[in-house]
Nanobody, 127 residues
Framework: QVQLVESGGGLARTGDSLRLSCTET?????????TGWFRQAPGREREFLAA????????YYADSVKGRFTISRDNAKTTVYLQMNNLKPEDTAVYSC???????????????????WGQGTQVTVSS
């Protein structure tokens, strides 16, 4: 079973940058999996942010973060990153990564396209 662990969250101020990591820790990486990042703020629905395929050649972003967030991966480290720049208070949420073991389902922006999820890491941005 794929196990995903997020890290890199914490406290930030408006305009700061953070880099989140999503590491597959079980040693049973599903080669070919796509990885997505989502977030959920209190009282709000889960929101898709970005996705990347296994080779890193294909990425997809939500309009809300395009230009501020960048997804990347290092398969040698079994880690996918989410670089977040120019953070805003509305970015405050629990950020989670997820794996799509099929490689890239049609609706990659939907939670149901993913097979495994991490526990999440809290990001809090103060003004």
């Amino acid at each position: 079973q794929v196990q995903l662990v997020e890290s890199g969250g914490g406290l930030a101020r408006t305009g700061d940058s953070l880099r989140l990591s999503c590491t597959e820790t079980s040693g049973r990486t599903s080669r070919g999996s796509a990885t997505g990042w989502f977030r959920q703020a209190p009282g709000r629905e889960r929101e898709f942010l970005a996705a990347i395929n296994w080779s890193g050649t294909n990425t997809y972003y939500a309009d809300s973060v395009k230009g501020r967030f960048t997804i990347s991966r290092d398969n040698a480290k079994t880690t996918v990153y989410l670089q977040m720049n120019n953070l805003k208070p509305e970015d405050t949420a629990v950020y989670s990564c997820a794996a799509d073991t099929s490689g890239w389902r049609r609706f990659i922006n939907l939670g149901r396209s993913y097979d495994y999820w991490g526990q999440g890491t809290q990001v809090t941005v103060s003004s």
